[in-house]
């Protein structure tokens, strides 16, 4: 099964889950992320990537320049280990790690979870790649990716037991967008998935034809 159809299924199962209440504010709030029309300031194909340099699970710092010397770079922000629409897409991303590498790219994934939850992120997942830190979403705001969650959301979250001051080390309730690039190793973007709607994600396949069309 494709990372895009796993999701779907799990859409689908959530739908029949929670009350219809409760959907109505998780897409409200997605309607409202498109109506900001974020995804228009964000970083695109063509552009060139901030200096980045973050934490890993194990608190040591990355730097994703030092990485392009070798390599390209595949970039994956996710909101946190909370969120199963982003395990489900750290699991894909591992199962086709091998298959990125041997078309020449590194894979770093980035969420504003602290050091520490981003290692139980990384063991949960059993990910052999580098997990990143962006405290404050520092970096996702270089590329423009960071929103507010609204306020009947943020209820809505708690009652689902996320507590994202624990999870971020902040209160400030910001996220990335889903937002998945290919970083040439001139610091170029070739690639980029970037979507409001937190349910998809960029399918590995498409990102093996973008490494072997570039």
């Known amino acids: ?3 895009t159809e796993e999701l779907k299924t799990r859409a689908q199962q959530s739908a029949t889950k ?8 998780m897409n409200n709030g ?10 228009t300031r964000a970083l695109r194909t063509g552009d060139k990537i901030p200096e980045i340099q973050l934490p890993n699970a194990a608190d040591k710092n990355i730097s994703v320049q ?24 750290l699991q894909a991303l591992q199962r086709y790690q091998d298959q990125f590498s041997a078309l020449g790219a590194t894979l770093v994934a980035i ?7 981003s290692l139980k992120t990384s063991e949960k997942n059993n990910l052999s790649f580098e997990v990143l830190s962006d405290i404050d979403n520092k970096i996702a705001n270089e590329f423009n990716l960071v929103f507010t ?20 080390g902040n209160q400030d309730h910001q996220l990335p967008i889903s937002a998945t690039y290919i970083i040439d190793q ?17 399918d590995p396949e498409d990102i093996i034809n973008a ?3 570039k």
Request: proline share 5%; aromatic share 10%.
């Open 211 to 213: 490494l072997k069309n």
């Open 66 to 89: 030092e990485l392009l010397i070798t390599k390209k770079v595949i970039l994956s922000f996710y909101r946190g280990g909370w969120c199963p629409y982003c395990n489900i897409e």
């Open 111 to 117: 969420s504003p979870e602290i050091p520490d939850n």
């Open 186 to 202: 001139d610091g170029t973007i070739t690639y980029d998935f970037i979507k409001e709607d937190y349910k998809e994600r960029a």
């Open 30 to 39: 997605i309607d409202t992320l498109k109506d900001s029309k974020l995804i």
């Open 1 to 3: 099964m494709s990372l």
């Open 149 to 168: 969650l609204p306020k009947d959301l943020i209820e809505v979250y708690k009652g689902f037991g996320i507590d994202l001051i624990q999870s971020n």
């Open 18 to 25: 929670y009350p219809e209440t409760i959907h109505k504010i």
